[in-house]
């Protein structure tokens, strides 16, 4: 067990691709959900179009979570799958953004979730940040924004650069300095060494850290994990966001929460921690329930803040909601 003092700043709700447990992640009625049960923060993931509009959507490829295959059935490239980067925006307004299925059976990936089929459309990040303008205005609770830049080394490789036109979008709604309710989020070190010695990026970014099997980067995250590796990111980046299981594990069901060293090793070099991702219907594997594990994260390991698919959850255990 970790000696790590619990965090003692009021840590940050963050909605995963919105209230995703509640609605197809990325759409506008997510994002309004998750605003209206009181996140903090909102996410958007970004990947450009063919026409380099940068748009609010998860993968790389469209199939799992859109209409795409009836739609443009011979769009996909030899390895079966449909690439954002392959359409216009205008062709991807045509298309129907459902909850997410798996690739094969087309069989819900989350049984109890939303599966009603309606017209949910793709937004461009432009018009998902004045959606959330708008909201913050209109309700007078002001939402800030957790922007992933996806796969920048792919898309370089499409010959797509993806961050100046995010970091231009987010500056055309305000979003320009450190001061501002805003992280940016990459898996990439370098680019993220890139967003901010190249691009001149003032905002505060997060080094999100995976597992090096899971090919996001070519990043040794097992490396940026050690107190050097921590101490260099914190030379660019205000945060991290690891993997829940790099913080807190349970050995087997009923076993007592076993914490790692990496939010204390992380807070000594001055590096907040937002893990990934709390999911009501799919708990960090053996914790007893949803109490347990916010109560490993936020009161045993200490974390700053957890992306949730459940904010009215999270939110709840937090004592910010009756
Ligand atoms: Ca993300």
Redesign the pocket.
């Known amino acids: 067990m970790s000696t790590a003092i619990p965090n003692r700043k009021s840590p940050i709700v963050i909605a995963?691709?919105g209230a995703s447990g509640y609605l197809p992640e990325h759409t506008l009625v997510a994002k309004a959900y998750a605003h209206a049960a009181g996140a903090d923060y909102l996410?958007?993931?970004v990947v450009l179009t063919r026409d380099d509009v940068p748009v609010v959507f998860?993968d790389l490829v469209l199939q799992e979570v859109t209409d795409v295959a009836h739609r443009f059935p011979d769009r996909c490239r030899d390895d079966g799958q449909w690439y954002v980067v392959d359409l216009d925006f205008a062709e991807l307004q045509t298309l129907r953004v459902h909850e997410r299925v798996l690739p094969v059976t087309g069989a819900p990936v989350y049984a109890g979730r939303f599966h009603e089929r309606l017209d949910l459309r793709i937004r461009s990040l432009a018009e998902e940040l004045s959606f959330i303008r708008g909201l913050n205005a209109a309700t007078g609770r002001h939402a800030g924004i957790y922007t992933?830049v996806?796969s920048p080394a792919w898309h370089r490789a499409e010959g797509k650069d993806l961050s100046p036109l995010v970091l231009a979008t987010l500056a055309e709604y305000g979003y320009v300095g450190p001061e501002d309710d805003v992280w940016l989020?990459c898996f990439d070190a370098k680019e993220l060494l890139r967003i901010k010695h190249k691009l001149h990026c003032r905002l505060k970014l997060v080094q999100?850290i995976g597992e090096n099997d899971w090919l996001e980067s070519d990043n040794d995250y097992g490396a940026m994990r050690t107190q050097e590796g921590l101490a260099e990111v914190a030379r660019y980046a205000q945060g991290i966001g690891p993997w829940i299981p790099h913080i807190v594990t349970w050995p087997s069901p009923g076993a007592a929460p076993v914490c790692s060293s990496l939010v204390e090793d992380a807070h000594a070099v001055g590096l907040d921690v937002h893990p990934?991702t709390f999911r009501c219907d799919d708990l960090p594997e053996h914790s007893a329930d949803a109490e347990s594990a916010h109560r490993a994260l936020f009161d045993v390991a200490g974390i700053d803040g957890l992306?949730t698919d459940f904010s009215d959850v999270t939110l709840q255990f937090l004592g910010r909601r009756p």
Do not use: G, T
């Open positions: 995963h691709r996410e958007q993931d998860h992933e996806k989020q999100l990934y992306f």
